[in-house]
């Protein structure tokens, strides 16, 4: 840093510490910070629109306030007191209002308050140890934060103290603000259970609810993401990719939620299902696999003609991504052209398909678009380009998330990192430039974000968005990581073989530690403590399959919660906890219902398995903690400008 910079950023830092006694009392306060144990870190990934799960295994920390409830009262309370007690702190409005309909005598009310707020201040008292007072004080709820504060700090255990506490408590009941405190503290206990939350990827596709997730997710205190393939076609529909479009509306009505697109977003599909019902009008049984909960014959039709009509539009679109940007290799995608009565032609080998009714294909030039769907996709496009709500979803997508992150130690990726047939990172050449490993992750990044932030009307901005449904299901794709999406032979070939997609070797060759070690190198990272931490595949529990690869190296916690794959996995999602001590894996069963949580205190079962433990960490082996200690040393330099007269 040159002189005159850094006196001038010397100067800024002034501004803020004016004095030497502002001075020390930060460093004091830094250095103190740097000692409290590291905060706790929780990894979801593959949400699937999955809102209820979710949000449950948020609101109970992946059963880490069950833990601190069982161990606080597990000899003073019984164990349906002890249920009654984490439901209110999960659910606290709608268990209270229960509870209330259940005590109809106001003494017994007064009576339940009482010793409800002093279970609830003990639990947060226990959550709260591992922070600074400061940083909870932030936390807590605005209004009740003078109050909340002499309760956890207050010193039971001496007299006067006591029966200041006690009064603290009386007067809450006495004025009838017992409810509002008890709501304050067990938002507060959930907030500082869960210090920072990772989530890796796939928040969208399959289930009912990702815009409930991602209202979530904008509202939580201290949040990452890791962009998965789902994520992808939403975002890059966002900024207008008519491919990624049909892929997200195609999908949509294969799981029968085109009310996420209609309700929730706003985005008017009526002339698509229009065009399906007039240009489809034979209900195809290859479009009517999926069954959908609920669904009456009659919607399921519907769903099966608007899934077809997308399916053809986004081949056609597809195709023409294809044969723009040859870069992609992605010739043996071009299948339109190879039907013929009823066949169609790959590798030499003559299929039959599955249905032949394409009303909208010429055989002459069947990557063209006829008009009325030309004028379909326009109106889509602009449709997903309008939505207020879902852009400011993918804004947030763009803003909290990356392709992938580095987070304490840990590289996070949805997927993979390319590799090769000989187990090295795969070279690839996009624009002219070979790049690979984590070069090729930046670049990647980069050429996301173009998407959604490049002037509109520019060939800079479509081939970014031809590159966003590249991300989705390309070859090199970090976050598709197979040969090549079939989901044409899915459709319409009846042969497992030609309906394989085959993972990339980076599943193969991590196997082993040595491929690990050679990806977390290659990202700089310490081979002796650092993990690859991924989603994507799932794991298959119940046949015996391991999260844990690699002795530990890499993490795969994709266990289902996407009601889609629970009969793959045999469980219902995993949750990764880093905390001061180490690391744990959290296998949850299925969910039942937030109803059934609330009125019979189910919580989800959920079977721990440490994974790694360390000496008990601090927040200065942290990435926070190297900030902190970074800014410690500008305010020694600060402090001896202030001393030797260069500042003032």
């Known amino acids: 840093m040159k002189h005159s910079s850094e006196q001038k950023y010397l100067e800024l830092l002034a501004e803020r510490f004016p004095t030497i006694q502002d001075v020390c009392t930060e460093i004091i306060n830094l250095k103190a910070i740097l000692n409290l144990p590291k905060g706790t870190e929780h990894f979801l990934s593959d949400l699937h629109g999955e809102y209820e799960p979710f949000l449950h295994i948020l609101k109970n920390a992946s059963g880490v306030i069950k833990t601190k409830i069982d161990e606080t009262f597990g000899n003073s309370m019984t164990s349906a007191e002890r249920r009654k007690l984490a439901t209110l702190i999960y659910y606290p409005e709608e268990k209270l209002a229960i509870i209330k309909e259940e005590l109809k005598r106001k003494e017994e009310r007064k009576e339940f308050y009482k010793i409800t707020l002093y279970r609830l201040i003990k639990i947060c008292t ?34 006067d103290k006591e029966s200041y506490y006690d009064q603290i408590i009386h007067s809450i009941i006495k004025l009838e603000r017992a409810e509002a405190f008890i709501i304050a503290i067990s938002n507060l206990i959930q907030q500082l259970a869960i210090d920072h939350l990772h989530i890796i990827g796939d928040i969208y596709d399959r289930g009912p609810g990702p815009d409930i997730i991602m209202d979530k997710l904008m509202k939580y205190h201290s949040i990452d993401i890791e962009w998965g393939n789902h994520d992808i076609i939403w975002m890059g529909s966002a900024c207008g990719s008519a491919a990624c479009i049909m892929n997200v509306l195609r999908i949509c009505a294969r799981y029968g939620n085109l009310d996420i697109l209609e309700d929730a977003y706003g985005i008017n599909i009526r002339p698509m299902i229009e065009f399906a019902e007039e240009e489809y009008p034979k209900v195809s049984s290859v479009f009517q696999t999926n069954k959908i909960e609920g669904a009456r014959q009659s919607e399921i039709e519907k769903y099966a003609k608007i899934e077809k009509a997308a399916a053809i539009i986004q081949f056609k679109l597809e195709g023409n991504i294809i044969k723009k940007h040859p870069e ?19 590798n030499n080998i003559k299929y039959k398909l599955l249905d032949d009714d394409f009303p909208t294909i010429d055989e002459k030039d069947p990557y063209c ?156 990272l310490d081979p002796e403590t ?78 721990k398995q440490i994974v790694e433990k360390v000496e008990r960490k601090k927040i200065s082996d942290t990435d926070i903690g190297r900030q902190l200690k970074e800014e410690i040393e500008d305010l020694n330099q600060l402090l001896n400008a202030y001393r030797n007269g260069m500042i003032k």
């Open 328 to 346: 992609y290799e992605m010739e043996d995608r071009l299948l339109l052209d190879k039907i013929q009565g009823g066949k169609i032609r790959i």
């Open 530 to 607: 650092s993990h690859i931490i991924s989603g994507h595949i799932p794991v298959k529990y119940k046949e015996g399959e391991s999260p844990i690869k690699a002795n530990g190296k890499l993490l795969v916690i994709d266990g289902g919660l996407s009601k889609a794959y629970q009969k793959t996995t045999g469980i219902a999602g995993y949750t990764l906890i880093y905390n001061s001590y180490g690391l744990v894996l959290t296998a949850h069963e299925a969910f039942t219902s937030t109803e059934q949580a609330i009125l019979n205190e189910l919580d989800i079962h959920s079977t």
């Open 369 to 524: 678009l006829t008009k009325r769907e030309e004028e379909v996709v326009q109106k889509l496009v602009k449709g997903f380009k309008n939505s207020e709500k879902l852009q400011r979803h993918v804004n947030f997508l763009y803003t909290k998330g990356s392709i992938y992150k580095i987070y304490n130690g840990n590289l996070l990726i949805h997927g993979c990192i390319p590799m090769d047939e000989n187990g090295e990172l795969a070279k690839v050449n996009f624009d002219g430039n070979i790049r690979s490993g984590k070069e090729l992750l930046d670049y990647i990044d980069q050429i996301a974000r173009k998407a959604f932030f490049a002037e509109e009307q520019t060939e800079e901005k479509q081939n970014a968005m031809d590159f966003m449904w590249y991300l989705w299901c390309g070859k090199y794709s970090p976050i598709f990581c197979k040969d090549a999406m079939r989901t044409f032979e899915r459709y319409f070939i009846d042969d497992k073989e030609i309906r394989k997609e085959i993972k990339n070797p980076f599943y193969t060759f991590t196997q082993e530690e040595g491929a690990c070690i050679k990806i977390i190198k290659e990202f700089n």
């Open 126 to 159: 226990i959550v709260a140890s591992k922070y600074s007072r400061s940083k909870v004080r932030k936390a807590m709820p605005k209004g009740y934060e003078y109050i909340i504060d002499e309760l956890l700090h207050a010193n039971q255990n001496v007299m």
